[in-house]
């Protein structure tokens, strides 16, 4: 059974679910209809993934209730002007064959793009949970700064923050920041993309628990309170990530697991502040 956590504007959110980044947009519907069948519910994309119409192929074909579903995708870069992301958004839901996400996020701030006034962008999202079609709106890669800005500027307090962690860089300083506002965590990259997976520390605990390292290193997630969805492309790996809620990691392997911080050097990802590549 995957625990649900609530979010502050009153809905819930599957703790695991299945991340579709670099899922090739040919494979989307093979991949998650794979994904759905082994039992995940939760899916994340994005509109930069390409691959949101093989997401909706799945789901279509799934026949599974909407409402036992939750769908989030991601603004692209490159919709960041106020009326596109109305038309992306638009497009999103046609694509992915649905009236509705549970969950729209801005992919990344972007403050050196768009004369910096990621506020604005942030305004025509909220915009989008008072017709029912987005039933909630958050962001992904805010720094606390960011955080602040939108906040201040506009008000409304995203309910999630989608950003890199994981044992090499836990991310400490804005998961906190984040749950300061009462803003739940979302993990990427939850396996470092791949990287921690071989860590000698993490094969020890994993051969001591009789679980797998990715197993082991999702489990220190779970239990961190974040929000996890892992990406594979294989269905027995898929059913391996879910397995999470039969064991526990005591006090003094949480503790090795903390220790694998690399801090920035850990980062397998861009920094949010200089981040600015817009897709063709
Ligand atoms: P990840 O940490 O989930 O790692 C994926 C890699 O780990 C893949 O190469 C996969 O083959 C391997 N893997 C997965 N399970 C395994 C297992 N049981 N055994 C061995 N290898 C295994 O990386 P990710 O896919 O980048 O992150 C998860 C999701 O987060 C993405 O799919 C996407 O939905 C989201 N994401 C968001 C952003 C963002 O900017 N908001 C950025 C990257 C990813």
Redesign the pocket.
Known sequence: MIPSIDLHDGTRIPQLGF????VDPADAAEVVSAALQAGYRHI??AQMYGNEAGVGEAIAQSGIPRGDLYVTT?LSTANHAPDDVRRSFEQSLADLQVDYVDLFLM??PMPNRYGGDFPATWRAMVELVGDGRARSVGV??FEASHLDRIIAETGVVPVIN?IEA?PYFPNDVVRAASRRHGIAVEA???????AV?DDPAIARLAAGLGR?P?QVILRWHIERGDIV????SHPE?MR??MELFDFELTAAQTAIIDGLDRGDEGRV?PHPDSFDWIPD
């Open positions: 991340g579709t980044y670099l994340d994309t991601k992919h990344w992904s890669n989608q994981h990427w990259g939850p396996l470092g993309q791949g997976l797998s990715a969805f892992p990406k594979s790996r391996q990530n990802g």
